[in-house]
């Protein structure tokens, strides 16, 4: 698996993750002509060679051609990127990155995602830094991101609402969950365009993986730190990991002894709105040997204190406990069949890059067997066939 590590010891931002993949081999002319399918006047790009604290560096920048930018909300960003000339991919990942840099910003100023003004974030390089950066993960084929422990830095920072605490408080959002640490350094480190690249991309964090490293890059920062090179260092390598891909997930548990069963049902339902990746009951004994139930919920780490709300809401606990675990998961995509019912989603689960299981949508199947007036366990059954026999639609 080609694996990229983030080797964070001095931070990192939008434009020292865009600088570091171009030292490692990043091909600077197609971002260049990528960016410029951006609906976003007035800028250009350039990438040069730095010295910093000694090491040689790339020092990616955004150069602006007109003192006003406007205030954005997060659907013309969307706009934008849609109708970028861009690889679908790198399309969903830029907006995900922009749409968790949404509900940090939203949460810290007390408003809707929808109702966020991008100030710092909004400007035009923020936008320009974060499509590079997952355009520039395309280009280089990277199918995992490891990073390091994050160095945020300390003191405080001056950012649009006056001075704030480092790391700035939508920084500390987006980090929620992940290693950090700080105090060695004044200043931002780790702003939060760089914390939002980090929090979409990297599956894990620790120490560099058990990989054949093939490219080694730097992107330097703006500032000159004494002592310290300012620079994001990145490697580039082969992992073989026999288990698949490793991820990092966030588990969320709460016990339960004196709540009606029959809240159960759109307590989950309730886990899955809030963006949990999954949500379970398993009966268990509690304390002075009364029947309990333990509510789990997998989710990821942006997503923790909306799913801490739902189970606050739906259910009658008085506390959730959660904790960060690693976990091995096979690569997985959709495909479609077409049955005599109608069209029906195949999640695909591959292997070593070869298909290894295929299970039909449920909720397609239901709604198909609904209107039609027949078993569920048919039309998935007929689902599963075909996806067996390989007669999926084309794209």
């Given amino acids: 698996m080609r694996t990229l590590y983030l080797d964070c010891f001095s931070g990192i931002s939008g434009d020292m993750t865009v600088g570091a993949l171009i030292d490692a081999g990043a091909d600077i002319g197609a971002l260049r002509a990528a ?42 960003i969307v706009d934008i990127i849609q109708c970028a000339a861009l690889p679908e991919p790198v399309k969903q990942a830029a907006i995900q990155t922009f749409t968790r840099l949404a509900d940090a910003e939203a949460t810290v100023h007390g408003t809707s995602p929808e109702k966020v003004h991008f ?58 969950g992940k290693p950090t640490y700080g105090g060695e350094v004044e200043g931002e480190l780790t702003t939060p365009t760089g914390a939002a690249i980090v929090a ?55 016990t339960i002894d004196d709540m009606n069963p029959e809240l159960f049902p759109p307590l989950l339902a309730a ?46 606990t008085l506390g959730v406990r959660f904790r960060q675990e690693q976990r091995f998961v096979l690569e997985r995509h959709w495909k479609t069949v077409q049955t005599e019912w ?8 591959a292997y070593k890059g070869a298909a290894s299981t295929a299970a039909p949508e449920f909720e397609d199947c239901r709604a198909l067997a609904e209107t039609a007036g027949v078993p569920v366990r048919r039309v998935y059954e007929t689902a599963l066939a075909l996806a067996v026999k390989g007669e999926f639609e084309h794209a």
Avoid at 48 to 72: C, D, M, W, Y
């Fill in 271 to 316: 886990l899955l709105e809030a963006k949990a990746r999954d949500a379970f009951i398993t009966p268990i004994v509690g304390k002075k040997g009364r029947p309990a139930y333990c509510i789990t919920a997998l989710c990821d780490a942006a997503n923790v204190r909306g799913v801490a709300d739902a189970l606050f809401r739906h259910s009658s």
């Fill in 119 to 176: 100030h710092e974030v909004g400007a035009v390089d923020a936008i320009v830094d974060i499509v590079a950066a997952h355009l520039a993960l395309h280009l280089l084929g990277i199918e995992q991101v490891v990073a390091s422990p994050l160095h945020v830095g300390a003191g405080s920072v001056k950012c649009a609402h006056g001075w704030m605490p480092v790391p700035a408080p939508a920084t500390a959002l987006l980090l929620q």
């Fill in 342 to 349: 109608g069209r029906v989603r195949i999640k695909i689960g």
């Fill in 200 to 254: 979409q991309c990297a599956a894990s964090f620790g120490g560099i993986p058990a990989m054949t490293v093939e490219n080694i890059g730097y992107g330097a920062g703006t500032r000159d730190i004494p002592g310290r090179p300012n620079v994001l260092r990145v490697f580039i390598g082969q992992t073989d990991s026999p288990l698949g891909m490793q991820e990092t997930i966030t588990v969320m548990e709460a």
């Fill in 35 to 76: 960016l410029e399918s951006l609906n976003v006047p007035g800028f250009t790009i350039s990438a040069e060679k730095v010295i910093k604290n000694g090491i040689s560096a790339t020092q990616f920048r955004v150069l602006l051609h007109e003192h006003e930018h406007p205030h954005r909300h997060l659907h013309h």
